[in-house]
Every structure is written in C-alpha cells, then in structure tokens.
C-alpha cells in the first residue's frame, strides 16, 4: 500500500500557481501535507489574461473569498458577456451573454419556440431576450436576484480584474493558509528508478523533493513538457493566430463597461476588457498573415486613451499536450496547453484543472486509474473549447483578407461538423456531459456569426403559435424593463456592496 502524500511542490507562480496554492491548502491540512511554491522573481508571467467566465466565482467560493474585498484588491470590473464586433462581417455586432436566453416552457425548450417564431417572422432579435445582453447594451449591472419570478434571477456574470493582482491576493490568502514559498529558479531535476519526479534542484544548489508535482511553469511546461517528455498536440491548423500583442491604456469616454469587448481584424481580432483603474488590450493575430510592427501599430491606433506602457509582444501556440498527468506530476495553465483567449477561458482550464484534480487527490503518486481519468476529463474540456473557439473563425462570411478566407474554408473537427449539421437542419442544441459552454452559448454564437437553421425542432409544437407568440413578447417585454430598472455599472462599483464588508 502507498504511503499517504505528506509533501506538494508547485513549480511556477503567477495565476495558475497561486490557485492551485490557494485551493490546495484551503481543502488540505498543510500541518500533515507541506504545499510549497516555488517561483522567481526573475522570471516573468504572461499576466494578461484578464477577463473571465461565471465559474470564477464558485473558485472564490472554494476559497471563502468575500467578492468585494476580491473586487478592492484586483481592481475587478463586472463581466456579462461579449460583445463581437465585425465577425459575421464588417459593421455587424452580436453578444454572447452570460445567464439565459428566456425561460424554458416546461418540457419545450426555450431555442425551439424562438425558432419556429423567428422563421415564422414573429420573433424578436436574441438578445432582446437576454437580461444580460440588454443590461450590457445599457452600461448596467446588479448581482442575481435570489427569490421571484424575474429576469433578474437569470443575471450570469464573471469578472475582468487584474491578472497580477489576483496571483497576489491568492498568495496572502496561500501563505496564511500555510503553503511555504521558495524564491528561485529550477535548474534541474532528479528522477527516481520508475520514471518518476524524484526531485528539483534549484540554481542556489538547494534541492528539494516532494511526493507529488504540480507543474505551472508556463509555456515552458519544464517538468510535463521537458523532463517527462509528454508531446504536445499542435492544433495551429484549426487554430492559426499564434502572436499577441497587448497594452494598457487610461480609461477613455467609453468607460468601464460591463462586458468584454472583441472586434474582428485583418488577420485576427482585438481585446478591449476594462478594469476599475485601466483598459486592457490587445491584439491575437497569425504571424504568417501579419507582422508584428504592423500588429503593434494597429493596435496602437485603435484605443481610446493614452497607452500606459510599451506594448508587450507575446508568442504562442494552440494546443495541449498529449497527458496533463504523468506518474508523480500535473501540469496546470499554460504548462498544460493553450487555446486563445477569444471566450475568457485561460482561468477556467486552471480551475477546472484543480477541481480534478482535488478529486482524484493522489496517494502518493496516484493510481493509473486516476491517472487515465483525469487526462480523459481535460482532454474532453480542452477539446470542446477548441470547438466552440473554432466556430467563431469558421462561420463567417468575411474575405476581405486571406486570413478570413482560409479560415472560412478549413476542414473542422468531426466533433464540431456533426453539431452543425445537427444545428443547420432543426436548430437542435444540445450540451455533451459537463461540457463548459451551454446552450445559450452555442446559440449565441451560432446565430451571430450568421448560421441559422432551415427547420426547427418538432418539439416547439408542443406549444400553440398563438401562445408561444404572446410569451415571446412577454419575456422580452418583462426583460427590457428589468434591465432599465438595474443600477448602472459604475454606481454598483461605488456602492457599499462592492467594498470589503
């Protein structure tokens, strides 16, 4: 029988590391199971992820985090979805919202009776639909209602904050939670006679062992990638852009908006997220289609205030690898994989990571079983992103560049052909298992980016035209009122509730 584990190792700081910290010593006794982090300040972090989705705040729930001593200490804005820009084609604009699209009538789903009305010709747009998409569209925002029959009730929302004070709020939370951190850079590491981590030694000479490893090394992936050899699976053909370039810039006219926004570029797109003190931006592109002086200037020329700092050049590539959990070792965040920012989902793969992976907690160094579970399960949430992120890109009707004309015409994924064939012929969603993204989601995106059914699920007639018809325009009715009503987002940021209680 294996001994129990008594000592964690964490390689690598900044956000990933710190959460997997953080939630490690929050659910473990770190008097019987050391957690240490190893990081250097040498070393820097990509640290401009800085937009996320709603499972953020079960994360902050996990660790008894209050949201507005988080809110105070990350500079966090409210997040109710995104807005797209020039997608579909130049001068159009659609939301992916958090939260609903309406309310299901019982057994007939809300997407079916929408769908039948909007080729009928008796449907509103989508969004007006959304309380988030209208509360977005008016600047507001309000937490959830707990109680009534509301729209109010169905408000999803994430947060935009700053990457680099996140992963020091977690660390002060780790550290008084008891993980010990250890300034320096690994230099090397030691492997037992079954292939195992038996160690890393630092560039001091100090060495230091642990049962288990968690590896957030970035895009280094040192201990997955380069000391236990696990490939990695490019998938660039789907996924082109593999260049970003990103700036700070002062609040402009704009303001503090509550949603995210992305515009469409000529060989990639645009960020803009905005934090209480600054906006974030940046532009993804694919350097086989753009230079990166040309990258830098165009971003510089499409922001609303005065930029902050230079304008940080970053390199990467879409995929993962092959296994997330080898022998004594996972790997988390960028050690594990990459798939570009475009829906807020860099965070999320670190949480969905750690919840795993607290799961399946390892004695020792796991068993096999565990081992094989838990690479079945990223690689199934790694890979159902990747088919979301590549609708946006394929389903367009832009050809103004090269870019958008190869992407318009690449071979997809068999998982993602067959959801559009089943979309395209009735409109039909549907969500696999657990997988992130709902049916609001898909919806959204699907619909916005130009692609619509020819028919519509039978089910919607389940429901009489003539009712369906009268609820439809009840719903958006109702939501357009609640939206007027909320406060707006600046004024929740200023108010009592969003300042540590």
């Not at 690598?12 to 910290?21: E, L, Q, S, V, Y």
């Not at 209480?276 to 753009?290: F, M, T």
């Not at 960028?334 to 607290?358: K, N, W």
């Not at 838990?374 to 832009?398: C, Q, S």
Request: hydrophobic share 45%.
């Amino acid at each position: 029988m294996s001994a129990p584990l008594s000592h964690i190792a964490i390689v690598g700081g900044g956000t990933a590391g710190w959460m997997a910290a953080a939630a490690l010593a929050r659910v473990l006794d770190t008097r019987a199971i050391a957690i240490t982090l190893i990081e250097s300040e040498a070393i820097g972090t990509v640290g401009v992820g800085e937009a996320t989705i709603p499972p953020i705040q079960a994360f902050n729930a996990l660790l008894g985090i209050d949201e507005a001593e988080f809110l105070r200490a990350t500079k966090a804005t409210a997040k109710l979805g995104i807005e797209f820009v020039d997608w579909r084609a130049e001068g159009t604009r659609y939301f992916h919202p958090f939260g609903t699209h309406g309310v299901d009538f019982g057994a007939v789903p809300f997407e079916a009776v929408w769908q039948r009305a909007r080729l009928d010709g008796d449907a509103a747009p989508l969004e007006a639909y959304s309380i988030c998409a209208e509360a977005a569209r008016l600047g507001r925002f309000q937490r959830p209602a707990t109680s009534g029959n509301t729209p109010l009730a169905h408000i999803g929302y994430a947060y935009h904050f700053d990457a680099a004070l996140y992963a020091a709020f977690l660390r002060e939370k780790a550290e008084q939670w008891g993980v010990r951190r250890r300034e320096g850079r690994i230099v090397a590491a030691d492997r037992s006679e079954d292939g195992a981590i038996a160690a890393v030694m630092l560039e001091s000479g100090d060495r230091i062992t642990a049962d288990f490893y968690v590896d957030c090394s970035g895009f280094r992936s040192y201990l997955l990638g380069d000391i236990l050899d696990v490939p990695f699976e490019e998938w660039s053909h789907w996924l082109p852009n593999d260049r970003a370039v990103a700036v700070p810039s002062a609040l402009g006219p704009e303001g503090r908006t509550p949603f995210t926004r992305s515009t469409a570029r000529v060989a990639g797109w645009q960020w803009r997220i905005p934090l209480q003190h600054r906006i974030g931006n940046g532009y993804v592109y694919a350097s086989s289609h753009c230079s990166d002086a040309a990258a830098e200037a165009l971003l510089l020329s499409n922001i609303e205030g005065p930029a902050l700092a230079e304008p940080r050049l970053l390199r990467f590539r879409a995929g993962r690898r092959s296994r997330f959990w080898e022998r004594n070792c996972v790997a988390l965040g960028l050690a594990s994989g990459f798939l570009e920012p475009l829906e807020s989902t860099s965070i999320h793969l670190v949480q969905a990571g750690i919840a795993r992976l607290l799961e399946m907690l390892p004695v020792h160094g796991g068993t096999p079983a565990d081992i094989r579970r838990y690479n079945r399960l990223m690689a199934t949430e790694f890979e159902t992103i990747r088919d979301f992120l590549i609708l946006h890109f394929h389903a367009t009707a832009r050809d103004d560049t090269d870019y958008w004309r190869q992407l318009r015409s690449m071979a997809l994924p068999d998982s993602l052909a067959e959801r559009l064939a089943i979309y395209r012929a009735s409109g039909r969603l549907y969500r696999e298992a657990d997988e992130l993204f709902s049916k609001t989601s898909w919806l959204a995106v699907l619909h916005g980016q130009g692609i619509d059914p020819i028919g519509y699920d039978p089910i919607a007639d389940g429901m009489p035209r003539d009712e369906a018809r009268a609820r439809l325009s009840r719903i958006a009715e109702v939501t357009a009122l609640a939206a007027a009503r909320m406060p707006a987002h600046d004024a929740f940021l200023r108010s009592p509730s969003a300042t540590p209680r």
